[in-house]
């Protein structure tokens, strides 16, 4: 079974874009943002992937993921199947220490939303933290991609 582990965090300031070794221009929808299950659809500048999700651990650090790359044409096609808000965003790639970042600076909906994640080996594998890492957000459901797709980020009070 693939696990996935990773680690969420708040960003603080934009700084993290001078670090960044390369980004890319990420839209994704879902097709099904059950909280059991979640099933995606992503197109990576000129790539496409499928993407099925299970529920979370407790601390929201590890769950089940299956990932295939799909026809960027049939991508586009399932894009239009998907719920509600489509997810846009720009990811950045930063490397620390041994490890690398994926932050995500939203767009559209959820704008002024910043986001970093850290894939881990192990749940409890430590890590350098740079400066521009803010407050811990792992397994908080409202920033989910599957959520912000439903509550945008622009109706947060």
């Given at each position: ?5 990773e ?8 700084s ?26 992503r197109?990576?500048e000129d ?80 890590f ?30």
């Amino acid at each position: 079974m693939n696990l996935e582990i990773e680690r969420k965090f708040l960003v603080k300031n934009d700084s993290f874009k001078s670090k960044a070794f390369q980004k890319k221009q990420i839209k994704q929808g879902f097709l099904n943002s059950d909280k059991e299950r979640t099933v995606r659809v992503r197109i990576i500048e000129d790539k496409a992937f499928l993407t099925i999700k299970g529920k979370s651990n407790n601390a929201g650090t590890i769950r089940f993921e299956w990932e295939k790359e799909i026809p960027l044409l049939e991508a586009e096609k399932l894009m239009l199947l998907t719920e509600k808000t489509a997810i846009e965003k720009c990811r950045y790639y930063i490397k620390e220490g041994n490890r690398v970042f994926e932050v995500d600076e939203f767009f559209g909906a959820n704008s002024g939303l910043i986001i970093a994640e850290i894939e881990l080996t192990t749940e409890d594998e430590s890590f350098s933290k740079p400066s521009w890492l803010g407050k811990e957000v792992t397994g908080e459901l409202k920033y989910y991609n599957s959520s912000l797709s439903k509550s945008p980020f622009c109706f947060w009070a």
